[in-house]
């Protein structure tokens, strides 16, 4: 269901197809950018290992990315439906981020880590955290509320925006093959949980650090060459598990309506 003039709060119309074109953007102006300053580069795609292949690969793509959409947010006059959510759900949700940060604290590589140095390992943090801030506006932030807006019921909101950030990733079929299928599943999965995340606290912050971090761990897994961690598999685990307990509570997930007023216990006075 698409409706082409609705607006958000207070704000500017933008169709779905319109956000699929900001989306379609965004991806085309990280890809494009990280390809020219690493084009000289030997560094696999998320997997650098230097300082020098690490801000050409991340940290301006993804800096010009935020950029892109904090003056997408600003256009639009979305700041408030963007950045708060008043949809609470369930208190156990609070697993979620609870296991994915638990998750976090055993995948990262220290050692790794240590290995590259201090100025690295705190530049790949701000990257990692400057992503999580990046994409969760666009997806978490702006879809979330342009499907909202457009009409479409919250489970769908949940669907699409879960599918849009997973399908996001395949652009990394240019640069790492066939894998990136592999990626694009378990992406959209982790981008449900972000959402359940940005539900579940009120708003944007506590997914975009906790999407940071996530990515933080991820990558540190990969920046001494030749070595294996075993943190990819810690993070695949949680994902994993995490599905199979939202899967089997995903009934107890929205908030039970209120309680109709029982007669017995405001009885009518009689005059």
Not at 41 to 61: E, H, N
Not at 69 to 78: E, F, M
Not at 119 to 143: C, D, K, P, Y
Not at 158 to 176: D, E, K, Q
């Amino acid at each position: 269901m698409i409706q082409l003039r609705v607006t958000g709060p207070r704000g500017r119309a933008l169709p779905t197809w319109g956000y699929l074109a900001l989306v379609a953007g965004y991806v085309l102006l990280v890809q494009v950018l990280g390809a020219v300053l690493t084009r000289d580069v030997d560094s696999a795609y998320a997997s650098p290992t230097t300082v020098d292949a690490l801000w050409r690969g991340i940290s301006v793509p993804v800096g010009a990315g935020v950029v892109y959409v904090v003056v997408a947010v600003t256009v639009l006059r979305w700041w408030r439906p963007v950045v708060l959510d008043a949809r609470a759900v369930r208190g156990w949700v609070v697993i979620v981020p609870v296991a994915m940060l638990g998750s976090i604290v055993l995948s990262t590589n220290y050692a790794g880590l240590a290995d590259r140095g201090f100025t690295f390992s705190l530049l790949l943090l701000a990257s990692a955290l400057v992503v999580g801030f990046a994409e969760e506006t666009l997806f978490r932030g702006i879809g979330v509320t342009a499907f909202r807006v457009n009409g479409f019921p919250e489970v769908r909101v949940a669907l699409w925006t879960s599918l849009v950030f997973g399908l996001a990733h395949a652009s990394n079929l240019i640069s790492t093959g066939p894998k990136a299928f592999a990626q694009v599943l378990v992406t959209a999965v982790a981008g449900y949980f972000f959402y359940l995340i940005r539900r579940r606290t009120g708003g944007l912050l506590a997914a975009a650090i906790v999407h940071g971090l996530w990515d933080f761990a991820l990558i540190s897994s990969t920046v001494v060459p030749g070595k294996s961690y075993f943190g990819l598999g810690v993070g695949l685990f949680a994902i994993i598990a995490l599905t199979i307990i939202v899967y089997a509570l995903r009934r107890d997930i929205e908030p039970l309506p209120p309680r109709p007023p029982d007669p017995a216990e405001h009885p009518r006075t009689r005059r």
